[in-house]
């Protein structure tokens, strides 16, 4: 590593700062003028979404930036190796904590339709809920109440729990 490797590495770090605080200022200026706030309301999105995205542009910058420095000191591969696995590993953190209860309730409709434990129209009691079954799927079972209100149920909630059949 000489002092060109340091100076280039310097010189992205720098570019990468200037990049991401000015186009990062520019665009949320630009974002969060009326017309924009506008436009984002008309498509459904509010500014929390436009601040969330800001963020991770804001993010992409400094990693971009992170490896063009490394990459100039001469550490490119390891690093970008590193870079790589931590990502990996991180999507898939996510993935199993978001999917963390649609999988068993997956399990448990699987489990009900195929023993056909409760079947539409069979009226049944499960904890406080009480109604005639209107609709059985695999993440969920509806019912309908005496009042005529639509009770959604998880099914790993149903195999949890006792059911009493009428």
């Known amino acids: 590593m000489d002092l060109n490797n340091i100076f280039n590495a310097a010189i992205a770090v720098t570019i990468g700062y200037l990049l991401s605080k000015y186009l990062i200022k520019y665009l949320r200026h630009a974002l969060h003028s009326k017309t924009a706030k506008e436009t984002f309301k008309k498509l459904g999105y509010n500014e929390a979404v436009i601040d969330y995205a800001i963020h991770y542009l804001k993010l992409f910058i400094y ?55 409760i079947r539409e129209g069979e009226k049944i009691k499960i904890k406080d809920f009480e109604g005639k079954v209107k609709k059985v799927d695999l993440l969920t079972i509806a019912i309908e109440d005496e009042k005529g209100e639509l009770i959604i149920i998880p099914n790993n909630l149903i195999t949890k729990h006792i059911i009493k059949k009428k």
């Open 63 to 117: 990693v971009v930036t992170f490896i063009a420095a490394v990459s100039a000191l001469g550490f490119a591969q390891e690093i970008l190796t590193l870079i790589v696995a931590v990502l990996i590993i991180s999507v898939i953190g996510i993935l199993v904590y978001s999917l963390r209860d649609l999988i068993p309730n997956a399990f448990a409709g699987y489990y009900i339709k195929t023993n056909r434990i």
